[in-house]
């Protein structure tokens, strides 16, 4: 495959993605008004998360599609009198936004199944806590558009513990509850795992690799769609003290 062919689709795909990830959020904030007052914590959560996901991604998949419009992934952008790469920036942006959706993903379980963070809740805090705070470092060179292999795996480790442990808990109590929407969301984020891993160990040996982003990407829209369909429309939630999603 081209490289001209693999730039496009990629452009293609990244603006689709903006496109569906966004009415996703609004139609999340249109129907919020309209749900049983029980729901509202547990949804605003929600349009919480996939707001911030849709932000760092705007940044993240949208620079680069700027980027591939100015030339080159190497583009650059003049900030503050500092010549700052377009693809870094992103990359910068949508780290800090995914670690903090899967803050609001532990929130969001929390307030679901009403159960005690207790210490491996409080392991999956003190994880983000600490990749929020090691990405501040200048290791991470987030001007380049390939990051450095060893600052990747250091602070994309506790990204791991978040993303496992909070599938984990989601797993473990939606099948207790037989919550299967629920159980949905937890396998999603296993799945976006899966496709994201390998990327992060081999994307500098194998560039075309990079293209697991894309179904890991799209665990992630649906994530959303399940969302969506079980807490946001109107005619299927009940006023049950747990919100109604679809169970088995």
Same mark, same amino acid.
């Given at each position: 495959m081209s490289e001209t062919t693999v730039m496009w689709m990629e452009i293609s795909f990244n603006i689709a993605y903006l496109l569906v990830i966004w009415a996703m959020?609004?139609?999340m904030l249109r129907r919020q008004p309209h749900l049983p007052a029980? #729901?509202?914590p547990l949804t605003r959560l929600f349009i919480g998360a996939f707001g911030l996901l849709a932000l760092g991604d705007t940044g993240h998949v949208g620079f680069r599609v700027w980027a591939y419009g100015l030339?080159?992934?190497?583009?650059?952008l003049s900030l503050f009198g500092r010549e700052i790469g377009l693809v870094g920036?992103?990359?910068l942006a949508t780290a800090y936004t995914v670690t903090l959706f899967y803050m609001a #993903?532990?929130?969001i379980w929390q307030k679901r199944y009403g159960k005690a963070y207790g210490w491996f809740g409080g392991l999956l805090w003190a994880?983000? #806590?600490f990749r929020l705070v090691i990405m501040l470092f200048p290791g991470n060179d987030w001007n380049s558009t390939v990051p450095p292999q060893t600052w990747s795996l250091i602070r994309n480790v506790p990204l791991m513990i978040q993303g496992f442990g909070v599938a984990y808990l989601i797993l473990r109590d939606a099948r207790a509850a037989q919550d299967r929407s629920f159980v949905w969301v937890g396998v999603m984020i296993l799945v976006s795992y899966a496709f994201y891993l390998p990327v992060i160990l081999f994307v500098r040996q194998m560039p075309m690799i990079g293209m697991l982003m894309i179904p890991k990407t799209m665990a992630y829209v649906a994530i959303a769609f399940i969302a969506y369909d079980g807490l946001f429309k109107v005619g299927d939630v009940t006023g049950e003290t747990r919100p109604a999603m679809s169970t088995d």
């Open positions: 959020v609004i139609a029980d #729901v509202q030339g080159s992934l190497e583009s650059t920036l992103g990359a #993903v532990l929130l994880a983000g #806590v």
